[in-house]
């Protein structure tokens, strides 16, 4: 997603091996973009790199990540966020269950992609293998 420029996530939720993700995105990617969105998630898949999950303090994780990290837990009453990190890919604020090592999936295939002007979101429909 770094090669779409500054973006904010929105949401990111998945059920068994399907899931959507929703970016704050000021343009409507080409498919060549969205094509090489899916190619780099999949090489990182294939380095099998390591998903930390770790807790932080909500005032700690901000200073460090960005005050957007602790946007996916608004509720200012709690102070201790759950981190999950590949480290040199992606950050995130999520207290559900992740894998270890990104090589557990074998594969994403984005299914569709849309992107929503009046809201400036993109919303990408996925699935993996596992």
Known sequence: MRMLGPRKTISAISSGNRGTLKVEIDRNP???EVWTIEEA?????IEN???LQFEMERQEAEGHF???ISDSCPDPQVTLLTIV???DW??????AKHVE???EIVGLKLDQVMFMRAGGLL???FHVDD
């Open 41 to 45: 998630a999949n090489r990182e898949i």
């Open 49 to 51: 790199a390591e998903v």
């Open 90 to 95: 992606d950050v995130a604020c999520c207290a």
């Open 30 to 32: 080409t498919s060549t």
């Open 101 to 103: 090592k990104t090589g």
């Open 85 to 87: 990190s590949i480290p």
């Open 66 to 68: 960005g005050a957007s």
């Open 123 to 125: 919303e990408m429909q």
